[in-house]
Nanobody, 122 residues
Framework: VQLVESGGGSVQAGGSLRLSCVAS????????LAWFRQAPGKEREGIAG???????SYADSVKGRFTISRDRAENMILLQANSLNAEDTAMYYC??????????????????WGQGTQVTVS
């Protein structure tokens, strides 16, 4: 599986971004799909995930502002990020866990990662 993110950039506080992740190869789109982020000096944080059955979960830090979705036809994992603030500045990664459920976003349980896309909010 190869994952490639795009859509990051610089935005003013209160703005929005739409992040995309395209999966190729043996895509595993039927499994848990998730977005993580990592700010400088901080641990990687799972922020949104969609289970095999479509159940969605969010970290408290993004709940109500971010929306995760998947497009199986296009092999894409999407993240709509609204009402961005400086604390959202980080490298954002999409990831796949070959399990039906995302669980509690333990990063070591995700076997496939993209290279990341930078989001900077000023």
């Amino acid at each position: 599986v190869q994952l490639v993110e795009s859509g990051g950039g610089s935005v003013q506080a209160g703005g929005s971004l739409r992040l995309s992740c395209v999966a190729s190869g043996e895509t595993h789109m039927r499994y848990c799909l998730a977005w993580f982020r990592q700010a400088p000096g901080k641990e990687r944080e799972g922020i949104a995930g969609v289970d095999s059955d479509g159940s969605i979960s969010y970290a408290d830090s993004v709940k109500g502002r971010f929306t995760i979705s998947r497009d199986r036809a296009e092999n894409m994992i999407l993240l709509q990020a609204n009402s961005l603030n400086a604390e959202d500045t980080a490298m954002y990664y999409c990831a796949i866990r070959t399990d039906l459920h995302c669980g509690n976003f333990t990063a070591t349980r995700f076997g496939f990662w993209g290279q990341g896309t930078q989001v900077t909010v000023s």
